[in-house]
């Protein structure tokens, strides 16, 4: 009879569980069709880092609708929405709101024809190619459900919209700005990113290292000019550059262990104007990505040697040695600290029955890292990918009909309601478990 109640109990809450997870899909397949007109304004109507005024407005008007205390303008641009519902942990979940100097080419009937300056003084065409979009719809859909279902949890709900994700440094501004000493700090700290290599609808995970650290470095390597004919009067540092760069490539394939993830890759080598003259200087752009810290300090320090190095092989005076940047600040590698991730995994997994998989991390980069690294000790964090391709391409794709744009293409559009849907419940979901009342 013991063992015939322990099945009857067992089935009662798979049973309890299956019928939560109706109810909150049901509420997300209500919210939807708002949420995909959100999504359709935003993708219209994106902005630069640091300059989605517009879009924080829009969206911190809304969330005040919704019974949030909300501040904005945090780290420029960024808004903080804040709901204290008694005593419990502190769960932020954050998206980040900025747009890229693409000019879209998706076709789509509400695709962005904004144009803005960028950075760097340039006029260009701005898309949401990377998703942003979407996320932000996905916040302010699991915002809504978690704001009518506060007798359902007890804590501190703390949503953020951060600004200038794309360059690496609204995190930090953020932060900077105050972020976990103004308002309330979090224990936990949840982020999703549309995924253009997953279906839709498709959650992948990472456990531990997620996504990896970002250097950029700059490197001008002085010469001595002259005419080409006569290179014997000259130091010529296209030469030298180009022997840094082939030397830069046994950072990763002879001095580190075979089994860290590393790369090291010239993006821009520029020297010279004319066919007959050996300019008096080169520069190399230079991406390092690493997990790491340890790596990561390896890899610069090798690149600063390698460059010193072959300038002396090359007989330059120490008044011409190569002079080498590190841009700062510099994007740190995101990390899934373990037992967060497997209690959410272990959550989703059921919900969405065969879609929710451990993946391997990625060498891009993500600064949701910066909220982890501002306070590791007491901060547990965990970013998901949702897919983002529509079933029918992916199929094509597998066959080898297709080739599917990536993230940051003009052509990526996501199967946005799918992914919204997806992320709106899982994100929902997890923070009701983090904080539901006994």
Not at 47 to 72: C, I, N, P
Not at 119 to 124: C, D, I, R
């Amino acid at each position: 009879m013991k063992r015939a109640w322990v099945l009857i109990g067992a089935s009662a809450l798979v049973l309890a569980s299956q019928a939560q997870a109706d109810e909150l899909r049901d509420a997300v397949a209500a919210d939807l069709p708002a949420l995909v007109e959100l999504y359709q304004d935003l993708h219209a109507n994106p902005e630069l880092s640091f300059q989605e005024v517009e879009t924080a407005k829009k969206l911190a008007a809304r969330a005040r609708a919704l019974g949030f205390e909300v501040t904005e303008g945090v780290g420029k641009t960024g808004v903080v929405a804040v709901m204290r519902n008694g005593a419990g942990p502190t769960v932020m979940l954050r998206a980040d709101m900025d747009g890229l100097p693409v000019i879209e080419q998706t076709g789509l009937p509400y695709a962005s024809k904004r144009r803005a300056v960028a950075q760097n003084g340039t006029e260009t065409g701005v898309m949401h190619a990377c998703g942003h979009d979407t996320h932000m719809a996905a916040w302010i859909g699991t915002a809504q459900l978690l704001s009518e279902r506060r007798d359902k949890w007890s804590g501190t709900l703390v949503m953020i919209l951060q600004p200038a994700e794309e360059i690496g440094e609204g995190a930090k501004a953020m932060l900077d700005d105050g972020l976990y000493s103004r308002f309330p700090k979090p224990d936990f700290v949840l982020a999703f990113h549309d995924a253009a290599q997953f279906p839709a609808g498709h959650i992948g995970y990472a456990n531990g290292f997620a996504l990896a650290n970002v250097d950029s470095v700059d490197i001008v390597v002085p010469g001595v000019g002259g005419h080409g004919a006569y290179p014997h009067t000259t130091k010529d540092p296209v030469v030298l550059a180009s022997a840094i760069v082939m030397r830069l490539q046994t950072l990763v394939s002879r001095e580190l262990n075979p089994t860290d993830s590393a790369v090291v890759t010239v993006g821009s080598f520029q020297a010279g104007s004319k066919h007959n003259i050996i300019p008096d200087e080169a520069r190399l752009q230079i991406t390092v990505r690493s997990y790491s810290d340890e790596t990561r300090q390896k890899l610069l320090d090798g690149i600063a040697r390698i460059a010193r190095g072959e300038a002396i092989a090359a007989g330059m005076p120490d008044d011409k040695l190569p002079r080498v940047t590190v841009a700062d600040p510099y994007v740190p590698a995101t990390y899934n600290t373990s037992a967060l991730t497997e209690r959410v995994a272990a959550l989703l997994k059921p919900r969405f029955e065969g879609k929710v998989s451990e993946v391997p991390a990625v060498m891009g980069g993500e600064d949701f890292s910066q909220f982890y690294r501002a306070d590791r000790e007491n901060v547990e964090s965990l970013i998901l990918w949702v897919g983002g391709v529509r079933q029918s391409e992916w199929e094509k794709a597998q066959k080898g009909e297709i080739t599917l744009p990536s993230l940051h293409s003009p052509f990526w559009a996501p199967d946005a309601p799918v992914v919204i849907a997806t992320a709106t419940e899982a994100l929902t979901a997890a923070t009701l478990d983090l904080m539901g009342k006994p």
